[in-house]
């Protein structure tokens, strides 16, 4: 699938305060699958609402979601800084109803890239 962007954002250990970031997200085939960040999150639809996944490695709860144009990604009760990627700022700017990222809201940074293949030897190894 084509990479999207999407908002990210860490709820374990955290609620609506976690870390989060902005940048583009690979998917697997199936969709079920996010790559993002150096991590692998699996869709845990089956767990209740569907934009939550977790952490193939650790567990990890994340709440996974496009953007919104009005630039409220955070839960209403939520509050901390949004880490956007800044290779896709002019993307993401061109997406929202204003023209400047405020420097209290969001931090650029650099996310780095997944290797998809290391997770999908992770999740096919032989059990014993």
Avoid: C
Avoid at 5 to 25: C, H, Q, T, V
Avoid at 52 to 72: H, L, P
Avoid at 80 to 95: A, E
Avoid at 113 to 119: C, G, L, N
Wanted: hydrophobic share 30%.
């Amino acid at each position: 699938m084509k990479p999207e962007l999407r908002y990210i954002e860490l709820k374990s250990g955290f609620g609506d305060n976690g870390p989060a970031w902005i940048g583009m997200a690979e998917f697997s085939k199936s969709g079920r699958t996010v790559y993002f960040n150096g991590k692998a999150l699996k869709n845990s639809n089956a767990r209740g609402i569907s934009g939550n996944y977790y952490d193939i490695e650790n567990g990890d709860e994340y709440w996974v979601s496009g953007v919104k144009k009005d630039g409220t990604d955070r839960h209403w009760a939520g509050g901390g800084k949004i880490m956007i990627d800044r290779k896709v700022m002019d993307l993401y700017l061109s997406l929202v109803d204003f023209n400047t990222l405020d420097k209290n809201k969001f931090e650029l940074t650099d996310i780095k890239p997944t290797d998809k293949q290391k997770f999908s030897e992770l999740e096919n190894e032989k059990m014993d």
